[in-house]
């Protein structure tokens, strides 16, 4: 008995040395839970808590006034921008600083206290079809929380009416939505390839040859990255033929531009992964971080099904880190708005400093690999 106990202990310093030497088994045995409930608690929390609305009132009275207060007071909706003329509403919407716009006409007060509907007009930017529809249900229903007299303050049985009118998606069709946000998610593929190329060439010993040669770490890194540059873009084109010829999306934007900018954002994915490929060994490991790190958190958190939430810096810092939440904006801003190179800088760049960023960190630590 004493010697299968002292067996069994020798066992189990084993494993611990061995669990503790590795760092891939010490993540998955010991942090991954951590990590996997962090992320899996902003996953299925998330909702949609604050919608960005601008107001322009024409009826300028104290009515009117109280009507937006009975819309805000609760923050689901946040007033941005309270706006001075209709022609500001259009930019606002283009440059996606806000969900809706409701305009207030004038006389609102005298309508509404001489017994008849009042009418006012929401702008939904229904690029973001799930928002849109949100941000529709909600303003009705304060509407009607408003003429029932909310906050002490009675007025006439009378209905606001609120006429909606859907930019960029008409229909607030959530597949026209969907289909260009989702292409943030399927043109990962080309990532993954690369991922599991740099690591094929560890397990099966090539590497080492490679590093005999005259090719330069450089030389090699990059060569890699841009011939999976290349191909992504073949996929992206293709892809891009699917949304429009089968789902039916609809494409207003310059396809050179789009084109660029998906190069950017393979630049951002894929510098990442050359970073990641360095301190992993197996095919399946480097597929499993790609997994955690960029797929899963790219189809909740970077505001592909719902918009990215303002309510926590720790959120909003998680979403921005994603190379997936700016590829979501460019993408919806090509396809649905139009945009062009000018309007869609922010992201741009973004994705550039992730890539380079990443692309100097991967050479370094290879070279230190290869030293």
């Given at each position: 008995m004493g010697r299968s106990l002292r067996r069994l202990a020798a066992i189990i310093r084993k494993e611990?040395?061995?669990?503790?030497?590795?760092?891939?088994?010490?993540?998955?045995?010991?942090?991954?839970?951590?990590?996997?409930?962090?992320?899996?608690?902003?996953?299925?929390?998330?909702?949609?808590?604050?919608?960005?609305?601008?107001?322009?009132?024409?009826?300028?009275?104290?009515?009117?006034?109280?009507?937006?207060?009975?819309?805000?007071?609760?923050?689901?909706?946040?007033?941005?921008y309270t706006l001075n003329q209709y022609g500001e509403i259009e930019p606002l919407l283009v440059e996606g600083q806000i969900d809706?716009?409701?305009?207030?006409?004038?006389?609102?007060?005298?309508?509404?206290?001489?017994?008849?509907?009042?009418?006012?007009?929401?702008?939904?930017?229904?690029?973001?079809?799930?928002?849109g529809s949100q941000a529709i249900a909600s303003l009705e229903a304060k509407s009607a929380k408003f003429v029932a007299g909310a906050g002490g303050v009675s007025v006439a049985a009378a209905p606001i009416q609120v006429r909606t009118q859907a930019r960029y998606n008409a229909g607030l069709k959530s597949q026209v939505s969907m289909v260009p946000g989702l292409l943030s998610i399927v043109l990962l593929m080309p990532t993954m390839a690369l991922a599991l190329a740099l690591t094929r060439e560890k397990e099966s010993g090539t590497l080492e040859g490679l590093i005999a040669t005259p090719v330069l770490a450089f030389e090699y890194l990059i060569g890699k990255l841009l011939a999976y540059i290349g191909m992504g873009l073949v996929s992206a084109f293709l892809a891009l033929l699917v949304a429009v010829l089968w789902f039916k999306v609809p494409f207003r934007g310059n396809l050179a531009v789009y084109m660029l900018l998906t190069a950017d954002y393979f630049l951002a994915c894929m510098g990442a992964t050359i970073l990641i490929a360095n301190f992993v060994k197996s095919q399946q490991t480097a597929l499993f971080i790609v997994l955690l790190v960029f797929v899963v958190p790219s189809f909740f958190l970077a505001g592909l099904i719902t918009p990215i939430s303002t309510e926590s810096l720790g959120s909003q810092l998680t979403s921005l880190t994603l190379p997936g939440t700016h590829f979501v904006e460019i993408s919806r801003g090509v396809f649905l708005k139009g945009l062009g190179l000018a309007t869609l800088v922010r992201p741009a760049l973004i994705l550039l400093g992730m890539g380079l960023g990443a692309i100097v960190l991967g050479l370094f630590s290879f070279k230190k690999k290869v030293a």
């Amino acid at each position: 008995m004493g010697r299968s106990l002292r067996r069994l202990a020798a066992i189990i310093r084993k494993e611990m040395v061995h669990i503790v030497r590795d760092p891939r088994n010490l993540f998955l045995v010991t942090f991954s839970p951590a990590f996997l409930l962090f992320l899996l608690s902003y996953i299925f929390s998330y909702e949609i808590s604050q919608l960005r609305l601008a107001v322009l009132d024409l009826d300028r009275g104290p009515l009117s006034r109280h009507y937006v207060a009975t819309l805000t007071n609760d923050q689901d909706f946040v007033l941005t921008y309270t706006l001075n003329q209709y022609g500001e509403i259009e930019p606002l919407l283009v440059e996606g600083q806000i969900d809706a716009a409701l305009v207030i006409p004038p006389g609102f007060a005298g309508t509404i206290y001489s017994g008849h509907p009042a009418q006012v007009r929401a702008i939904i930017d229904g690029s973001d079809a799930f928002a849109g529809s949100q941000a529709i249900a909600s303003l009705e229903a304060k509407s009607a929380k408003f003429v029932a007299g909310a906050g002490g303050v009675s007025v006439a049985a009378a209905p606001i009416q609120v006429r909606t009118q859907a930019r960029y998606n008409a229909g607030l069709k959530s597949q026209v939505s969907m289909v260009p946000g989702l292409l943030s998610i399927v043109l990962l593929m080309p990532t993954m390839a690369l991922a599991l190329a740099l690591t094929r060439e560890k397990e099966s010993g090539t590497l080492e040859g490679l590093i005999a040669t005259p090719v330069l770490a450089f030389e090699y890194l990059i060569g890699k990255l841009l011939a999976y540059i290349g191909m992504g873009l073949v996929s992206a084109f293709l892809a891009l033929l699917v949304a429009v010829l089968w789902f039916k999306v609809p494409f207003r934007g310059n396809l050179a531009v789009y084109m660029l900018l998906t190069a950017d954002y393979f630049l951002a994915c894929m510098g990442a992964t050359i970073l990641i490929a360095n301190f992993v060994k197996s095919q399946q490991t480097a597929l499993f971080i790609v997994l955690l790190v960029f797929v899963v958190p790219s189809f909740f958190l970077a505001g592909l099904i719902t918009p990215i939430s303002t309510e926590s810096l720790g959120s909003q810092l998680t979403s921005l880190t994603l190379p997936g939440t700016h590829f979501v904006e460019i993408s919806r801003g090509v396809f649905l708005k139009g945009l062009g190179l000018a309007t869609l800088v922010r992201p741009a760049l973004i994705l550039l400093g992730m890539g380079l960023g990443a692309i100097v960190l991967g050479l370094f630590s290879f070279k230190k690999k290869v030293a």
